[in-house]
């Protein structure tokens, strides 16, 4: 059975976030807890298959949770559930470090229960989307991408715009950093 580590240091919401983990797949086992400390010795326990972690912990930051998630498991799928909307860098950051999605806590319910379903739906892509990704990864400038793969420039732009919008990334940065994370790409 998969397992999900949910931590918030915040004990309703943890639980809140776990209700509608079991709402999106009913047979996923679920992990709450509210420390980082706890979510390493819970993780080390129990190997999670996805983890959705608070940027605010009482004994220290999110992010180094994520960094010791991912050098245990380095394709986990982590989704950030966070009150602190990072700006741009500060969201590449997020990504390079294994996120798969950003979700803030103001957010609602509905675009929680999106983010999560992302998170726990695996992604598969086609061929041609992977070479896409290949090329988008070599910082590529879309006229070259566009050469390469024999696209007049409005198709190119059109490629680009669906991945990014399947992978649900707004820059290159992002899609190399989400690419990575979810093992699409070396």
């Known amino acids: 059975m998969r397992h999900v580590l949910v931590v918030d ?3 309703l919401m943890g639980e809140a976030v776990a209700a509608l983990v079991r709402e999106v797949e009913p047979a996923l086992r679920v992990s709450v807890t509210g420390s980082l400390q706890q979510a390493l010795a819970l993780a080390e326990r129990d190997a999670p298959d ?8 009482p004994d220290g930051r999110g992010e180094t949770l994520m960094q010791a998630l991912r050098r245990r498991r ?3 799928p982590m989704l950030v559930f966070s009150a602190c909307e990072p700006d741009e860098a500060g969201l590449a950051r997020l990504f390079a470090l294994g996120a798969r999605r950003f979700c803030a806590k103001s ?4 675009a929680l229960l999106a983010a999560l379903r992302q998170l726990l739906a695996p992604v598969s892509l086609a061929a041609p989307q992977l ?18 793969l024999g ?4 198709a190119t732009r059109e490629r680009i715009d669906g991945l990014f919008r399947l992978l649900q990334v707004r820059s290159r940065s ?12 070396e």
Do not use: F, T, Y
């Not at 070479?131 to 390469?148: K, M």
């Not at 696209?151 to 409005?154: D, F």
């Open 174 to 185: 992002q899609i190399a950093a989400v690419a990575r994370a979810q093992g699409l790409i």
């Open 107 to 110: 957010a609602g319910h509905d």
């Open 151 to 154: 696209l007049a420039p409005a």
């Open 74 to 76: 380095p394709a986990l």
């Open 9 to 11: 240091d915040h004990r």
């Open 50 to 57: 996805a983890a959705i972690v608070d940027l605010q912990l």
């Open 131 to 148: 070479e896409l990704l290949r090329l988008l990864c070599q910082d590529l400038s879309s006229q070259d991408i566009g050469r390469r």
